[in-house]
């Protein structure tokens, strides 16, 4: 049977044929869709969002020994937070087959940065496997299960933006049962105390040189052969690329790509006149071939940065003079077109946070989710993002060597709050810190679609859940300056905040209302501009707003404003702050 | 143009069912008996930033993205994106484009920016081939301005080699069924004019 599945549904297809019973993750683009699916379609999976990736991955390793086929998968960055585990996991081994997905986001579509995550595999010493397309992204979740089990290792499946979101037409199978397994007591294999430890690092080296003799004579590592004097080496979605600017070549193809098989490409090197490494991001192959004493060339003609793609690709090889020349694009780019960057929805209730953080000039910590685009102009009104949960302790650091003078205020949402900057605001009880902290609260993950979290109410799975109180948690914290207030409602947002930062001690300014996309689309009555008022002053244009658009008509040469009806959400913070009161329900709207 | 292969670029803005019509596209040539591969950013979709999506149809694809300066045909939902990806297309491709504008509040609220209000004469003096659709008012017509994917689609589908058939029963099969009929409508719409109109 053949369907169109993306690289993440053949992930979700994959495991679920594998037989896995467990899978777990916390939401990030561009791996979401993987845990999304597999709650839809594959329901014989227990399927669950974690607080976090740390979190998620812990419970995979629980369900792993208790005997279930697992599977964890997390964005890159997310790798990072579940790196402690990770590490450690890598000498304890397995029970049952256990796979941690990661989704690389390469040209940083949705990412704070653009690590090559190729390198866990490396530093953990465990086996790697890199689809390059839908198919193989199923056929290799399947075949890392048994790959686990056999090698008593975590495995890593590692796919890009362009493997998770792209398409392609998959052979899919049927359900297999894993074969039944349960914990077994084994102390010196998983209580990992140094005399413990220490020996297992030697069975982690004793694993490796089996997964060197396996990496030779898995059907993951192919050489494609057509006869040509050019070589091409290469993995991921990096082939797809070559193959199609260079189908003639011949190939060896990377699928299982640590450790690497370096007999096969000593062997592909020797028989061909010119070797090109072809791989995205980081020197990743190239770097061990030529550690191994096999001379090859690649990062010199692709390039470290971004994204490759065909044209790119064809570029490398007519540097390295395997090609005479790319064709180019004939229709010229057009030159200084606008920006059109992601912003804010209309009746976002992130919005009113952040038009009176403009307003106060204080120094904005920020985290990751939809109100990162508070950044953006005209709002303006975020200064860092680092990483998830680091607004809090970026604020209390700010604020400990008074390093802005109309102070800072850590910006974080709930679900960010509850991934890691609970331990940020524990910090700022301890230390005695005067930081602010609003937690913008919208009841959702929303930037990667709206998933619930501990505090939602509901599992990924659809059912009633456990909720955590994030104001009573605040408290519980030791936070005495905790207040609940209303976005909608500018000047109390922006009294609260003024409020708040001239207290003592850690304060936290809770904002709460829903995402108007999750669960459902929240359309209140609209307003509407009185054009008679409206004397063209650009106050509404300001808080960027993607409902309040330029009107044709003008005053001392500026465009008055008109809402979008259909856009409009009734949030009432544009009628909050026109001066001249133009703004207005559209049932009040007198007609003429 | 190969009859049997082709990459068709698709770009909107958030909200305007780019990836929907890459799906109609897609099961649709699978249906037709070709390899398929389709490539798009999720992430953003719903944050009015601008959304693209890759379809590639042929015997066998290989890379999931379409060459810069390569693509057969643009299908844009809105006109200044229309304009901004131009140069994804071969110089004897087929530019379909609505004449929907719909300008970010980051040109609205600053005087850095201007938005093209000539994209489409600037579309038809970079390309020989530009169908120029007035998809919102026709959809504004049908009584849904979400339409305009389909009003497209149907204009593309004159352009490419499938049954009729395999398109409607596609639309039946993606679209939510209290949806389907007005697409249906939209995508006759979409057809009609392709018919008898050379492209200018």
């Not at chain 1, 930081?435 to 501990?454: E, F, K, L």
């Amino acid at each position: 049977m053949k369907e169109l599945l993306s690289g993440n549904e053949a992930i979700a297809r994959g495991a679920w044929e594998a037989g896995a019973r467990m899978a777990v993750a916390y939401p990030g683009t561009p791996s979401t869709e993987i845990l999304e699916t597999m709650a839809a379609r594959h329901r014989e999976v227990c399927s669950q969002w974690s607080p976090n990736e740390k979190v998620a991955y812990e419970v995979g390793i629980g369900a792993s020994l208790g005997g279930a086929r697992t599977l964890v998968c997390m964005k890159h960055v997310g790798v990072n937070v579940a790196a402690d585990p990770f590490m450690t996991h890598a000498y304890t081994g397995v029970n049952a087959g256990f796979v941690l997905v990661t989704a690389d986001d390469p040209e940083m579509h949705s990412s704070q940065n653009e690590q090559d995550n190729r390198f866990f595999a490396r530093f953990a010493n465990v086996p790697l496997l890199e689809p390059s397309d839908s198919q193989e992204a199923r056929d290799m979740t399947i075949a890392a299960f048994q790959i686990s089990e056999e090698y008593d290792t975590p495995v890593i499946v590692r796919v890009t933006t362009r493997i998770s979101h792209s398409k392609g037409v998959v052979a899919v199978g049927e359900r297999i049962s894993a074969p039944e397994r349960v914990f077994v007591k084994d102390a010196p294999k998983y209580v990992m105390v140094p005399s413990n430890a220490q020996k297992r690092h030697v069975v982690v080296r004793g694993r490796l040189e089996k997964l060197r003799r396996f990496t030779e004579r898995t059907p993951f590592n192919v050489v494609e052969g057509n006869g040509s004097k050019v070589g091409i080496i290469t993995g991921g979605v990096a082939y797809q690329y070559a193959k199609e600017v260079l189908p003639g070549a011949d190939y060896l193809r990377l699928g299982f790509s640590y450790p690497l098989p370096l007999e096969k490409i000593a062997a592909f090197v020797k028989s061909h006149e010119t070797v090109l490494v072809v791989e995205e991001l980081e020197p990743f192959y190239e770097d061990q071939i030529r550690a191994a004493g096999i001379m090859v060339e690649g990062k010199k003609f692709f390039g470290h940065l971004g994204e490759l793609s065909p044209y790119r690709v064809a570029e490398g090889l007519k540097a390295a003079g395997v090609i005479d020349k790319v064709e180019v694009s004939k229709i010229s780019p057009v030159e200084n077109m606008f920006p059109r960057p992601p912003v804010l929805c209309p009746g976002c209730p992130h919005r009113g946070a952040f038009m009176a953080l403009r307003k106060l000039k204080v120094a904005v910590t920020g985290d990751i989710g939809c109100y990162t685009l508070g950044f953006t102009k005209p709002l303006s009104a975020m200064d860092t993002c680092i990483c998830m949960g680091a607004s809090i302790g970026t604020a209390i650091g700010m604020e400990k060597v008074h390093g802005y003078a109309k102070g800072a205020v850590a910006v974080i949402g709930d679900s960010t709050f509850l991934h890691s900057g609970v331990t940020g605001l524990m910090d700022a009880v301890y230390n005695n810190s005067n930081v602010t902290v609003m937690i913008v609260d919208n009841s959702a993950t929303a930037m990667t679609g709206g998933q619930q979290h501990p505090a939602t109410g509901r599992t990924l799975m659809g059912e009633p859940a456990g909720t955590v109180d994030i104001g009573q948690l605040v408290q519980a914290l030791g936070v005495k300056n905790y207040r609940a207030v209303d976005p909608y409602d500018y000047d109390q947002v922006l009294e609260t905040i003024k409020e708040e930062m001239a207290k003592d001690g850690p304060s936290v300014i809770h904002t709460k209302r829903p995402c108007v996309l999750m669960p459902k689309r929240i359309m209140e009555e609209p307003y509407v501009v009185d054009l008679e008022k409206c004397n063209a002053c650009g106050a509404c244009f300001r808080i960027s707003c993607p409902a309040i658009a330029a009107h044709e008509s003008t005053e001392r040469g500026h465009h008055k404003a008109v809402i979008d009806t259909t856009l409009c959400t009734g949030c009432t913070l544009c009628s909050q702050i026109c001066p001249e009161e133009a703004i207005i329900l559209k049932s009040h709207m007198v007609e003429v | 143009m190969e009859k049997d292969r082709f990459d068709i670029l698709i770009v909107g803005v958030g909200g305007q069912g780019v990836l929907l019509a890459s799906e109609i596209i897609s099961e649709a040539a699978i249906a037709a008996g070709l390899d398929v591969k389709k490539s798009e950013v999720h992430g953003m979709s719903q944050r009015g930033g601008i959304v693209s999506s890759h379809v590639r149809l042929a015997p066998k694809v290989y890379s999931p993205t379409i060459q810069l300066g390569r693509a057969d045909f643009i299908m844009a939902f809105e006109q200044a994106e229309g304009l901004r990806a131009l140069n994804w297309m071969k110089p004897e491709g087929i530019a379909i484009v609505s004449t929907t504008t719909l300008v970010p509040a980051i040109v609205t609220s600053s005087k850095e920016f201007e938005y093209p209000e000539d994209a489409i004469d600037q579309m038809k003096a970079k390309a020989d081939n530009v169908i120029v659709v007035e998809a919102d008012r026709i959809a504004g017509e049908l009584g849904n301005p979400r339409l305009v994917n389909t009003i497209l689609l149907g204009v593309l589908s004159s352009l490419l080699p499938f049954e009729r058939d395999i398109w409607l029963q596609t639309i039946r099969k993606k679209v939510k069924e209290r949806f389907v009929e007005v697409n249906l409508k939209a995508f006759e719409r979409g057809e009609q004019i392709q018919q008898g109109t050379v492209a200018t």
